[in-house]
């Protein structure tokens, strides 16, 4: 089975400017989790879905948000950036409740 | 919420060595993981263990659900085991919460 994959790999913004994130999940994985990792906060959870519905949410700002679609690959936007934002973002996939997460590679953003 | 402490934060060993990695959780948890990322950001899954003891090659964990907390045995260090050791759980229907990490260094 292919794991998770995440795309682009590496992305440079600038502060103002948007940016959307792709996370396609392992084959029958319905549940998608995105997480914000930096040096200062460490892995925060930004939100999940399953079956195209947000099921939990993380302590972020509006100006992050996500969607998943009926295929389960999901994605996250990111508007009005800001220097803070610059991170590595993971995805994780699970089948369903209290099941063990995989993560994929994960983008590296920076905003300058 | 849930609270997940890791020690040691920083361990450095010599090539050969053991190790045992340390997570400690504030209530009771549906799901224990651990992983290492690697140098490259991945996070690589190492034991889905919520409760009792796995092995895998010079790996093994052992999680105490009643106790709350989990171990993490590597033995005879390989450089290639540096890196960064997180443990993550699953409270109730809820997030994934991550530790803090051990940075393991091991020197040829």
């Known amino acids: 089975k292919a794991g998770v994959t995440q795309t682009p790999r590496y992305l440079i913004k600038t502060r103002g400017q948007q940016v959307t994130l792709s996370c396609s999940p392992i084959?029958?994985?319905?549940?998608v989790s995105w997480y914000q990792q930096t040096p200062g906060q460490g892995l925060q959870f930004l939100f999940e879905?399953?079956?195209?519905?947000?099921?939990n949410k993380g302590n972020f700002p509006g100006r992050f948000s996500g969607r998943q679609f009926s295929n389960s690959r999901s994605e996250m936007n990111v508007s009005t950036l800001e220097l803070g934002d610059s991170a590595l973002y993971l995805c994780?996939?699970?089948?369903?409740?209290?099941?063990?997460?995989?993560f994929g590679p994960g983008t590296r953003l920076t905003v300058l | 919420g849930i609270q997940v402490e890791q020690s040691p934060p920083d361990l450095i060993l010599q090539e050969g060595a053991n190790s045992t990695l340390r997570c400690n959780f504030s209530?009771?948890?549906?799901?224990l993981q651990w992983f290492h990322q690697n140098p490259w950001g991945q996070l690589i899954n190492l034991f889905y263990?919520?409760?009792g003891t796995k092995q895998n090659g010079r790996l093994s964990a052992t999680t105490v659900a009643t106790e709350r907390y989990s171990l993490l045995y590597i033995s005879s260090s390989q450089t290639t085991d540096s890196g960064v050791y997180f443990c993550?759980?699953?409270?109730?229907?809820?997030?994934?919460?991550f530790g803090t990490g051990t940075r393991l260094t091991i020197i040829p």
């Open positions: 209530d009771s948890v549906n799901n």
């Open positions: 994780a996939s699970r089948q369903g409740f209290s099941n063990e997460q995989f």
């Open positions: 084959s029958g994985h319905r549940s």
């Open positions: 263990i919520p409760s």
């Open positions: 879905y399953f079956s195209e519905t947000q099921r």
């Open positions: 993550a759980v699953l409270f109730g229907n809820e997030k994934l919460t």
